[in-house]
């Protein structure tokens, strides 16, 4: 499967950015899916995750309340609206598929990558 991001961009702190991921391949409702970040000089780490059906997510405690994970299957899409932005959100996102139903929340869990799109958040 492939991945392609997009939506981020400049926002300012306490504003809201929504990310899309659109998947090409077959069978993306067999994907698990997630969302990560990386900020310069700092690892990749776990941001989002959903089920396939959308059933079950999972969120880091840095995020949680303010980020919310989604997907359309029929329009092989998952997205992340991020609202209150803080400038620690300032980042790379990448989103990512893994090759099982399930959630997961670690980087070596994921088999597929997208190439990632810039969010700054400034104050």
């Known amino acids: 499967v492939q991945l392609q991001a997009s939506g981020g961009g400049l926002a300012q702190a306490g504003g809201s950015l929504r990310l899309s991921c659109a998947a090409s391949?077959?069978?993306?409702?067999?994907?698990?899916m997630g969302w990560f970040r990386q900020a310069p000089g700092k690892e990749r780490e776990f941001v989002a995750a959903?089920?396939?059906?959308?059933?079950?997510?999972k969120y880091a405690d840095s995020v949680k309340g303010r980020f919310t994970i989604s997907r359309d299957n029929p329009k092989n899409t998952v997205y992340l609206q991020m609202n209150s932005l803080k400038q620690e959100d300032t980042a790379v996102y990448y989103c990512?598929?893994?090759?099982?139903?399930?959630?997961?929340?670690?980087?070596?869990?994921?088999?597929?990558w997208g190439q990632g799109t810039l969010v700054t958040v400034s104050s």
């Open positions: 391949g077959r069978a993306f409702s067999n994907y698990g």
């Open positions: 990512a598929a893994r090759s099982y139903r399930t959630i997961a929340t670690e980087v070596p869990e994921y088999n597929y």
């Open positions: 959903i089920s396939w059906s959308g059933g079950i997510t």
